[in-house]
């Protein structure tokens, strides 16, 4: 059976390495201004992956431009859902205007990454994709309560796994704080998504195997090095017999 897989990143970030991803990727997550960017780099952005024939998609985030959308705030859930719809709306209105409808959804830092566990943020988040539009896709990890949300709520998911970060036997990432988060080697990171893909494993760094599903990968755009990073991996893959491709909506 041929493999086919979604490569992903976020842009839009001012990361500064955009165009160049944009060549690699076959889905972008955009900033939608909470965490960064404006309209103005959210029309950039989309133009650029309607060019490039990538798939677009809002990137909200916590309202948290100081700390890059990574701090964990609590917040009411109902001011998470306001404040989800309004970054979408947003978005989903300057896509329209350049004529490109949007694929999907990824929240962005420490919003998914709380999102992940707590049952009711994640539940905000999905009712304000579909209020939004109920055909977005939603980009989460497998198993998650921010997948499983999502299927409440009837939206279609693309379960995520993560190329450049190492994960723990709990099926969750290392946090960035510690020096192992991050894994720098594209051969090795395309070896072990190859895995992933065929075996639905991952080896965690306390050295025990993992299931994963993964239907899209993520390289995150602000890592040093993403483009070289983001090139060998898809190099990796595809010599592999894996077609990049991003998902479409079945809604």
């Not at 979408?88 to 205007?97: K, N, T």
């Not at 896709?137 to 921010?146: G, Q, R, V, W």
């Not at 796994?161 to 036997?169: E, P, Q, S, V």
């Amino acid at each position: 059976m041929k493999l086919s897989v979604d490569l992903n990143a976020d842009l839009g970030e001012g990361s500064g390495h955009d165009t160049e991803l944009f060549e690699l990727i076959s889905s972008a997550n955009i900033a939608t201004g909470f965490h960064a960017g404006d309209s103005d780099t959210m029309h950039t952005a989309i133009s650029a992956a309607k060019k490039h024939g990538v798939a677009a998609g809002g990137h909200p985030s916590f309202f948290d431009r100081e700390n890059f959308g990574r701090k964990e705030l609590k917040l009411p859930n109902e001011e998470v859902f306001d404040a989800v719809a309004y970054q979408l709306g947003i978005f989903q209105a300057i896509a329209s205007a350049l004529d490109v409808r949007p694929n999907h959804v990824k929240p962005h830092g420490a919003l998914y990454n709380m999102a992940v566990r707590d049952e009711k943020l994640a539940d905000a988040i999905a009712r304000a994709i579909a209020s939004v539009d109920p055909k977005l896709i939603l980009f989460a990890p497998d198993k998650s309560e921010l997948a499983r949300a999502g299927e409440a709520h009837g939206l279609q998911i693309a379960r995520e796994i993560f190329a450049d970060r190492n994960y723990l036997n709990d099926g969750w990432l290392v946090l960035r704080t510690r020096p192992d988060a991050l894994l720098h080697d594209p051969k090795e990171a395309a070896q072990r998504v190859l895995r992933m893909l065929r075996e639905g494993k991952v080896r965690s760094v306390e050295g025990s195997d993992v299931d994963v599903r993964g239907e899209t990968i993520c390289v995150h755009g602000d890592t040093p090095g993403a483009v070289e990073f983001a090139r060998e991996l898809r190099t990796q893959l595809e010599r592999e017999g894996v077609k990049i491709s991003a998902p479409k909506s079945l809604r």
